[in-house]
């Protein structure tokens, strides 16, 4: 049966919320996409509806995306919170600090408490289909990360089976491929091994619970950090930003399967006289409109509007 597209415009605001100061907040630290309230003993993380795409954040964003991010990583949050520490303490503005309530109704979705942590610098990506920048390099050289796949692979298989292939997380510029004896130089053997392990197996619990409901992820990046001496998932988990969404009943072999995140968005900006150095052109309406159609069907078929997978 095929899933119906929820509507955007009843779910969604006519306009991107793109900072706190339209609310009359002020940020601590801002982003690319989110914004950082430091409360002393916790933070408050908002996913404003800013989007980017190549290094760069677009003039004009996607009405709700942030809002859709903020549920969505609460979501796996709670159901990770089981299986290993995180940093997730609550999405609830009746939860919030006094001063910060009068701000609920515009913070709902969007925002989280939640415990500092000092982060491991490095992107944790796992791979479970050739795609992106790993099928380039797959099709350069045979390997991805210094993790060498069989010859014969085509773009969107599957693999054999998840690969773990770090990325440097650079604060400017472009993030570069890690081997996982490189993240060991730099991190040591112990640490490397852990980061690797969490990874597959959020990968794994998440990835099979998403597939239940029709949605195959196909790669994800994960942040990890040190919270009272324990490695913590952190930052935003297995979201349409973070991820590869792809409805299920559109993977086939040699087939490029419909894209539950901002594919759309990136497909635009290639398609049009950018150089990805200047500036980038303001997005249409439609490219707005049908990305925000993704995020919501993303959020619908996964979430089914639970607060937490049902393990």
Not at 270 to 283: A, G, I
Request: aromatic content about 8%; glycine content about 10%; hydrophobic content about 40%.
């Amino acid at each position: 049966m095929e899933k119906k597209m929820p509507s955007a415009q009843n779910t969604m605001g006519p306009a991107a919320f793109m900072s706190l100061e339209e609310i009359g907040m002020r940020p601590g630290r801002r982003g690319k996409v989110r914004e950082i309230i430091d409360l002393d003993s916790c933070l408050l993380l908002v996913a404003t509806d800013r989007i980017s795409a190549f290094d760069h954040v677009m003039p004009n964003g996607i009405p709700g995306r942030g809002s859709v991010l903020g549920r969505i990583s609460a979501f796996w949050l709670r159901g990770f919170g089981s299986m290993m520490p995180t940093h997730f303490l609550s999405d609830d503005p009746n939860e919030f600090p006094e001063g910060l309530r009068e701000y609920g109704p515009m913070l709902a979705g969007r925002a989280m408490l939640v415990r500092k942590a000092e982060p491991i610098k490095v992107e944790c990506i796992v791979r479970g289909y050739l795609a992106g920048s790993g099928c380039a390099a797959y099709l350069k050289t045979g390997e991805i990360s210094g993790v060498k796949l069989r010859d014969g692979l085509k773009q969107f298989d599957p693999l054999p089976e998840p690969i773990f292939t770090p990325t440097t997380k650079a604060d400017e510029g472009h993030d570069e491929p890690m081997t996982l004896a490189q993240l060991a130089d730099q991190f040591g053997t112990q640490l490397a091994e852990d980061l690797q392990r969490l990874s597959l197996e959020v990968y794994a619990k998440g990835a099979a619970y998403a597939r239940e409901r029709g949605i195959v992820i196909a790669d994800t990046k994960l942040e990890f950090g040190w919270i009272d001496g324990n490695i913590a998932l952190i930052d935003e988990v297995l979201t349409p930003d973070s991820s590869r969404f792809w409805p299920a009943q559109s993977v086939g072999r040699g087939k490029q399967p419909v894209s539950l995140d901002k594919q759309v968005l990136r497909d635009y900006l290639l398609s049009v006289d950018w150089d990805r150095e200047s500036p980038p052109p303001v997005l249409p309406e439609e490219i707005i409109r049908k990305t925000r159609e993704r995020y919501l069907m993303a959020e619908d078929m996964l979430t089914g509007g639970a607060a937490q997978p049902k393990w």
